[in-house]
């Protein structure tokens, strides 16, 4: 159990900040899931993570032991992009829901990477062990999972902190008036539908950078870079630009064409916790993209782009891309 004192410096700020701010191996999110549930108290109650904090308030924090994992392993084939002691990174197929819950008791990601690995960080809670960031069930593409609890409040910090560089490629319906661009609204649940998202004046912040890289016919590929982890972020963007993501059913118009909703996590970036080095991973693009028509040599220029690989070897000696050899 850990005891602080508010200060003049903490005065006025929501409940959460300070506790992550004060207490730096938790991120945001996790500290709002240990106020959500007890866990931190203000002045020795129960408050919500918006509650403003005073001057000379005490802090209480009681971080309950990682959770067993209890999950069955199973037999899963996974694309593995990269893998070490201390995390995975994963090309995840569409179709894949990442950990079990209402309706995926099994046959998910992590019961596959149970399989694989000997351990993975019990931070996550019982069901998502190791799992640091989350895509929908329709999302292909780079997902990092963290075997030990060490590197996944690193990773988690990353994460909370925007240090990740995350490039989505999103089909879009239409074509974009303009072609690149910065999409800046809260997102928050929908207040009807709850499996939804909407943009909503009291949502949480959210930021979009989108470039469209190519014309497909009706369709345009964008590539769209997350500053913000909010749920269906790009999808809820895109279609608040009048472009939803092609074969999306919860924002979209129906389609009978598109499986799946055609987005995809094409890169992602971070500085490994424990080696200290920043690394870049690609997920290859999936063949339901490559059949429409996009064009490699567009991808190979905007890889080249926006990748690291050009920094000097001293600042950063690992930071070439990492790319799937197998879909």
Known sequence: ?????????????????????????????????????GHIRLNSEEVRVRQ???????????EPEPQPVEIVPQSIALSILYEDLYLVVINKPAGLTVH??????????VNALLYHCSSLSGIGGELRPGVVHRLD????????????????????????????????????????SVKQGEVVVPIGRHPVHRKKMAIMERGRSARTLFEV????????????????GRTHQIRVHMQHLGHPVVGDKLY????????????????????????????????????????????????????N??????ASATSAPDRSPVRSDHS
């Open 52 to 62: 403003r904090v005073h001057a000379g308030d005490w802090i209480t924090v009681s």
């Open 137 to 176: 069930k329709e999302t292909s593409g780079c997902l990092v999972v963290a075997k030990d609890d060490l590197t996944h409040q690193g990773l988690s910090r990353q994460f909370a902190g925007r240090k990740v560089e995350k490039y989505y490629l999103a089909l879009c319906q239409g074509k974009f």
């Open 100 to 109: 079990p819950g209402a309706g995926s008791p099994d046959g998910t990601l």
């Open 252 to 303: 979209g118009p129906h389609s009978r064409q598109f499986q799946r909703h055609m987005l995809h996590a094409w890169r992602l970036g971070f500085f490994h916790p424990v080696m200290e080095k920043w690394f870049e991973f690609e997920a290859e693009i999936p063949h339901e993209f490559v059949v429409l028509g996009v064009d490699a040599n567009e991808l190979t220029h905007t890889r």
């Open 1 to 37: 159990m850990e005891t602080f004192q508010a200060d003049h410096t903490d005065a006025g700020q929501r409940f959460d900040v300070v506790v992550s701010k004060r207490i730096t191996r938790l991120s945001r999110a996790r500290a709002q899931c240990l106020i959500e549930s």
């Open 213 to 228: 890289l190519q014309e497909i016919g009706d369709y345009s590929l964008v590539l769209c870079r997350l500053f913000s």
């Open 305 to 310: 782009r926006i990748s690291h690989s050009g």
